[in-house]
Every structure is written in structure tokens, then in C-alpha cells.
């Protein structure tokens, strides 16, 4: 049974930085891409980063390049994601998921919270 587990979530003011963390099990972690979704009150969810199973390919969306940054360390089956300078548009829902292909996600974690206040 596959399981992902966020954390790391939490409030944190404008330009401040936090790091998620989401924890997998009940899969080959190595052996998949990952990713990191958010979604804020009303809206729908976006992709916020991808990672390949080897971590060698990152993709991130427009609106956080240059700030977040998504790893993984697969000796421990996790993935992370590094915000940095959040600003208030930051605040939403994270989950992370896991990917089968390019743009295709079958499991998805609860969600962790995130909130930045101005």
C-alpha cells in the first residue's frame, strides 16, 4: 500500500522560509518521479515542482523559480521542497504525489498547510 506523508507545514511570515518534507512508503521510491502540488481556498491545484526518480531533472513552475527547490534523498524515501522568500500567494494546501509519467500522478499525500502572513 503506497503512503505519502507531508510535513513541515506551517505559519511563517512574508520573505520567510520553510522546508516540507513527504515521506514515502509501500513503493520502489528510486524507481518514480515525484512532485509537489498546491492549492489554495477556491482555486484548483497546480504543480508546483517535479523531480525525476534519479533527482537529475527538475522542473519548476514559473511563479516559484528561483525560490523553492525540490530534492530528494532516496536512501531515505523522501522528497523535500525548500521555500524560500514566500510571499503571501504561497499560502495553500501541499501534497506531494506520485508520478507514472510525464504529467500523469496516481497517489497523493493528505496535505501539509501552509500559511505566510504579510
Known amino acids: 500500500q503506497v503512503q505519502l506523508v507531508e510535513s513541515g507545514g506551517g505559519l511563517v511570515q512574508a520573505g520567510g522560509s520553510l522546508r516540507l518534507s513527504c515521506a514515502a512508503s509501500?513503493?520502489?521510491?528510486?524507481?518514480?518521479?515525484m512532485a509537489w502540488f498546491r492549492q489554495a481556498p477556491g482555486k484548483e491545484r497546480d504543480l508546483v515542482a517535479r523531480?525525476?526518480?534519479?533527482?537529475?531533472?527538475?522542473y519548476y513552475t514559473d511563479s516559484v523559480k528561483g525560490r523553492f527547490t525540490i530534492s530528494r534523498d532516496n536512501a531515505k524515501n523522501t522528497m523535500y521542497l525548500q521555500m524560500n522568500s514566500l510571499k503571501p500567494e504561497d499560502t495553500a494546501v501541499y501534497s506531494c504525489?506520485?508520478?507514472?509519467?510525464?504529467?500523469?500522478?496516481?497517489?497523493w499525500g493528505q496535505g501539509t498547510q501552509v500559511t505566510v502572513s504579510s
Open positions: 504525489a506520485r508520478s507514472i509519467t510525464w504529467g500523469q500522478y496516481d497517489y
Open positions: 509501500g513503493l520502489i521510491f528510486r524507481a518514480y518521479g
Open positions: 523531480i525525476s526518480a534519479n533527482g537529475g531533472t527538475t
